[in-house]
């Protein structure tokens, strides 16, 4: 089979060239996107992606505040970051990099954020807009960035039957929504670890999205030939002949699903560009309805 490699990191290039023109615009009215990033702890994963982020914004003239505290940050003090934040004209969208340190109740913690500056679409606010396709919510990054590679790449989602492996707030039920909503028309399923028989479910999927965190999971026997594959998985496995010691690998073992699929993204390079991506379109969605503009 010829498969399609789906190309994030092309996508996400185009998705940031609107974006500049967007910006422009903006800041030709006067205004300036704003996001704040914050971080408690030093978990190294979550380093790496805060500095994306915060990089991505640099390149696209966003203002950005990159907040790095000690993971013995209480509660109260994230809190009233949050709330300086939340009353804080230059920011438009407001980040906490999960997963916190065990101390903190991340649900507290996002109910905290103004609804209208939760870029990351976590917010009960958020979901609920979601859930309802209420547009002028905001929708989680990573699924909103898989629909986007959807739509690039022509993959028709009406009347297709799509699995989700994988229900966290963050990746699985969000994409459940997407895909069953008005835009999209997908027959969806969403598997997780108790689901009986999941390569046989799996194998029933039109696309197939893992989002797990479980690396190499979906071997061959997991996928209907000529299905679409999409890998939201970036797992940090161990591996010597690497200078840092371990590469990333999705939740797809890619050498196997690769050759049986129609189109698949790669890890990396598939859906992790256009996460940030999308954490910019949002950031200057938040800042055109702040500013009421267009
Ligand atoms: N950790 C992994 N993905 C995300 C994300 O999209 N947003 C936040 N805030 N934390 C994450």
Redesign the pocket.
């Known amino acids: 089979m010829n498969t399609i490699i789906i190309d994030g990191k092309r996508t996400a290039e185009r998705v940031r060239d609107k974006l500049r023109t967007a910006i422009e615009q903006l800041k030709q009215a006067g205004h300036i996107p704003g996001l704040a990033v914050v971080l408690v702890g030093e978990n190294p994963a979550s380093q790496v992606?805060v500095n994306s982020k915060v990089k991505a914004c640099e390149e696209l003239g966003i203002y950005s505040q990159k907040w790095s505290l000690p993971t013995e940050t209480s509660q109260k003090e994230l809190l009233e970051l949050i709330d300086r934040l939340n009353h804080d004209d230059r920011i438009h969208g407001i980040?906490?990099?999960?997963p916190p340190p065990p101390h903190i109740d991340e649900a507290a913690v996002v109910l905290r954020i103004d609804p209208r500056k939760d870029v990351?679409g976590f917010h009960p606010v958020n979901v609920a807009k979601l859930v309802m396709e209420d547009p002028s919510g905001f929708v989680?990054?990573?699924p909103m960035g898989c629909m986007e590679l959807l739509k690039e790449y022509g993959i028709e989602t009406q009347g297709k039957h799509a699995v989700i492996i994988g229900r966290s707030m963050?990746v699985g039920k969000p994409m459940a929504h997407l895909l069953m909503g008005k835009h999209a028309n997908a027959t969806v399923t969403v598997a997780h670890s108790r689901t009986t028989d999941l390569a046989g479910l799996c194998r029933t999927a039109d696309i197939l999205v893992a989002a797990v965190g479980r690396p190499g999971l979906v071997t061959a026997q997991y996928v209907k030939p000529g299905a679409v594959v999409l890998d939201v998985g970036i797992n940090r496995v161990e591996d010597s002949t690497r200078p840092r010691g371990y590469r990333i690998v999705g939740d797809v073992d890619y050498a196997e699903v690769a050759p049986i699929c129609r189109a698949i993204t790669p890890v990396p390079g598939g859906v992790g560009p256009m996460?940030i991506a999308m954490l910019m379109a949002n950031t200057v969605k938040a800042c055109r309805a702040a500013c009421g503009v267009g």
């Open positions: 992606y980040l906490v990099q999960s990351d989680p990054c990573t963050i996460t």
